[in-house]
């Protein structure tokens, strides 16, 4: 059967303080801050950050609404786990950064044969490196974790399941992933030709109650698989209706890819991207990327409102980019498609105050 999706594009998870995720995702995993946004649905001002490796690959691009004004409740029907994919023999060097910084983490562990250290974010978020053989993606580093440690950008996520049926039937036959594995109530599945940020697993937790689906502070929100154009996107939301998951949304812009959403079975929502021209590049040159807030067109009349009610933020020092640091601006091009294809943009006005 055709594979359309390319792997993941992007997690998303809702911290607590914008302050604190931003220091734990540049200094704790030294990840680039690609792009300082802001949550495009709803009528209250939440910034969105996107972390990732040197040149912002999709499938390294973690992404943040620090939600502090709600808690969310962690358990099934979530991502459980992020996972980063770093060098064979680096985790050495990760316990001892984790325990230098502070930061709650398991210590050294092996699955599936790979070593890995899960670790805790300070909203309580779970995050995981796992080494990972002949990964080239390009690192970026900090005068802390140097190229030969780095992460390289996703391995995969980790889905908690009370049951993991239904979840593996959306997985194979809605996502074409395949299964490759079983390791206690671990179920892993792949992209065929997999590799690093084509992974995802199930972890069955029977008698874990169910987690919170709304924007709640230390809770995953969604995963996001990218294809190319917004004709597949079209395609991959057809295949959704013709298995039955008919509560697809529409095409939406959101102005660096455009996406498409459906609940998963087990809970988790689920997002499909389709490419833009520029991409991440549209409103920045390399140099600049994520050093300012940058807002859709359609939001700048509000800007003043926004601003006023989120809370000021610093960059720490040696994240940010440096001379030869970035890389020229990479080509997205995009055909462009045969037949329009409409597409839904959120237009919130925001409120004055809260
Ligand atoms: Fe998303």
């Known amino acids: 059967m055709d594979t359309r999706l390319n792997g993941i594009h992007h997690i998303t998870l809702c911290p607590s303080g914008a302050q604190e995720d931003l220091d734990f995702f540049t200094v704790v995993l030294g990840q680039r801050l690609v792009k300082q946004t802001v949550l495009m649905d709803g009528s209250i001002p939440v910034y969105h950050f996107y972390y990732g490796n040197a040149d912002a690959d999709p499938g390294s691009i973690l992404t943040c609404f620090p939600y502090s004004r709600r808690p969310g409740r962690r358990g099934t029907g979530q991502i459980g786990v992020t996972s980063y994919s770093v060098p064979v023999g680096s985790t050495p060097f990760w316990a001892d950064h984790f325990d230098r910084h502070r930061v709650c983490h398991t210590g050294i562990q092996e699955r599936f044969g790979a070593r890995s250290i899960r670790v805790t974010h300070p909203a309580g978020l779970e995050l995981e490196i796992v080494e990972n053989p002949g990964d080239s993606r390009r690192p970026w580093t900090t005068p802390e974790i140097s190229a030969d440690v780095a992460i390289r950008g996703f391995f995969g996520a980790t889905m908690s399941m009370r049951d993991i049926e239904e979840q593996e039937t959306f997985l194979v036959h809605a996502l074409r992933f395949r299964k490759v594995g079983v390791e ?8 065929p030709n997999g590799g690093p940020d084509r992974t995802i697993e199930l972890l069955h937790e029977p008698d874990r109650p169910q987690g919170t689906w709304t924007f709640g502070a230390g809770t995953a929100h969604h995963i996001a698989f990218h294809v190319d154009t917004d004709e597949a996107l079209v395609e991959q939301k057809a295949l959704y209706e013709e298995l039955g998951y ?85 080509t997205v091009s995009v055909p462009p498609p045969a037949a329009p294809i409409a597409l839904s943009r959120t237009k919130a006005e925001f409120s004055k105050a809260h």
């Open 184 to 191: 206690g109530a671990y179920h892993r599945f792949e992209i």
């Open 246 to 330: 008919t509560d697809t949304s529409e095409v939406k812009d959101r102005f660096y890819f455009h996406s498409m959403y459906v609940r998963s079975p087990g809970g988790v929502l689920v997002e499909c991207t389709a490419n833009v021209p520029g991409g991440f590049y549209v409103d920045e040159t390399p140099e600049e990327l994520g050093t300012h807030l940058n807002l859709p067109p359609w939001y700048e009349d509000q800007r003043e409102i926004i601003l006023r009610q989120l809370e000021p933020v610093v960059v720490p020092e040696a994240n940010r980019p440096r001379p030869g640091s970035a890389r020229p601006k990479p």
